[in-house]
């Protein structure tokens, strides 16, 4: 399995963030990753990304519609992510959870919607605070799995990212501890669900992920990536991070 670690821009970047892009690219040239490299700019750069990073590195939406095509004003399809230059699509992220209300039964069927279309899916999950200080942290995010992932999905076409929602954009995160007790569960629950297939399907971290922090949390076992946002804007703190992986 080749980890994975992806820049969620979120609703930052205009043209001139581009620049990021190509002095990621030439690091990467000149040093080649362990691990994928993957951003998810705003969909308005995502063309001019792609002819930017002429496969340098992945890219990818940050949402997808559920539907294929049709009259869903302001909606972006899957298929047109593609078409853009997208290989992966970030699904259920807390942030379209909370701000757009959608539930687990969306999470899945924007999942399918993506592989329709060829791309992989990152699905989001993770507890809130007060879920995690109830004790409850485990048994949300299996609910959360149980509800959103596919019956179908594989190692090839789905990715989890374990975000909780306490450490996203606070600079807190859990403990080592508590980081690998979590995505050892989460592994647990894909192979139980999904068979041995599962043990190669790629479970990333993400939260408050710094240069400072990224050896320690992305060499943490079952870490098998990192999805990281405010730190991914900046081609020199996401390449940091990058090159944190495996190197402890
Ligand atoms: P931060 O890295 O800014 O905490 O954001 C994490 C995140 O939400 C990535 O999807």
């Known amino acids: 399995m080749r980890s994975l670690v992806a820049g969620n821009w979120k609703m930052n970047g205009l043209a001139a963030g581009l620049a990021e892009l190509a002095s990621l690219k ?26 930017a990073v002429k496969d340098a590195f992945a890219l990818g939406g940050q949402d997808c519609s559920p539907h294929d095509g049709g009259a869903y004003t302001g909606d972006i399809s899957a298929a047109m992510l593609k078409d853009a230059g997208a290989s992966y699509v970030i699904v259920g992220h807390s942030e379209r959870r909370h701000y757009h209300g959608e539930r687990e039964s969306d999470v899945a069927a924007k999942t399918q919607a993506a592989w329709r279309a060829g791309l992989c899916a990152i699905i989001c999950i993770g507890e809130t605070e007060s879920q995690r200080d109830a004790g409850d942290a485990h048994s949300i995010c299996a609910g959360q ?15 989890i990212a374990y975000e909780p929602v306490w450490a996203i954009g606070t ?3 859990p403990t080592s501890a508590d980081i690998a007790a979590m995505h050892a569960h989460i592994r647990s629950c894909l ?19 710094k240069p400072e922090n990224a050896a320690e949390i992305l060499n943490l076992p079952e870490v098998n990536g990192a999805l990281v946002g405010g730190a991914s804007l900046k081609a020199a703190d996401f390449l940091n991070i990058i090159t944190a992986f495996k190197v402890v």
């Open 26 to 51: 030439a690091a990467l040239a000149a040093k080649p990753p362990a691990a994928e490299v993957l951003v998810c700019p705003p969909f308005t750069l995502l063309a001019q990304a792609a002819w």
């Open 145 to 159: 799995l149980d509800a959103s992932v596919p019956d179908t999905a594989t190692a090839q076409n789905t990715a």
């Open 171 to 173: 600079g807190k995160t």
């Open 191 to 209: 192979v139980r669900r999904l068979g041995e297939g599962a043990q190669g399907m790629r479970i990333l971290y993400g939260g408050s992920v």
